[in-house]
């Protein structure tokens, strides 16, 4: 299995409970590492652009209004099967459909609130990546 890389934000709900080190101690304890990592207060423009692939969805403008509603942590994760390995440990999107010991249904407020992103392809994850991070911010 090749090593990869992935995309993964700790979302607003997650940093005012102070549960950056608890959401990050369990992707690495499921075997990814932390190549790079900011903390940011997101930017509308920012919240619009990264999400724009669900713009004509209902929850979009909550959804920006959420993501810029407190600070997160962007983060660059690498690891065998990155996305997959990280999609596996986030869980479902609705915690009430997140398998136990997963981040979402660990920790996740709601459906929106879920408290952590990441990637869904690798060709995501590539855009994501450059979307927040020079190269240089990346050590692996
Ligand atoms: P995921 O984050 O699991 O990849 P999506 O890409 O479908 O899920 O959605 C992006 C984000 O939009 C979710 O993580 C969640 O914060 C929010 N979201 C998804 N579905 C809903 C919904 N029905 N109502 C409110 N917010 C939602
Ligand atoms: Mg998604």
């Known amino acids: 299995m090749a090593v990869t890389r992935t995309f993964s934000i700790i979302k607003p709900d997650a940093t005012r409970r102070n549960l950056t080190g608890a959401v990050t101690q ?3 304890e499921s075997g990814l590492r932390v190549v790079a990592s900011k903390r940011i207060r997101m930017s509308r423009e920012q919240a619009e652009g990264f999400y724009a692939v669900h713009k004509e969805r209902p929850f979009y403008g909550e959804l920006c209004d959420f993501m810029t509603s ?6 660059v994760l690498e690891g065998e099967d990155a996305v997959r390995r990280n999609r596996d440990i986030m869980g479902a999107t609705n915690p009430a459909d997140a398998a136990e010991g997963t981040i979402r249904k660990s920790f996740a407020e709601s459906i929106e609130a879920n408290s952590v992103h990441g990637s869904d ?8 990546i450059a979307f927040f991070f020079a190269k240089d911010e990346i050590v692996g």
């Open 70 to 75: 407190g600070p997160v942590v962007v983060q």
């Open 26 to 28: 369990m992707l690495e």
């Open 121 to 128: 392809s690798d060709e995501n994850a590539a855009n994501e």
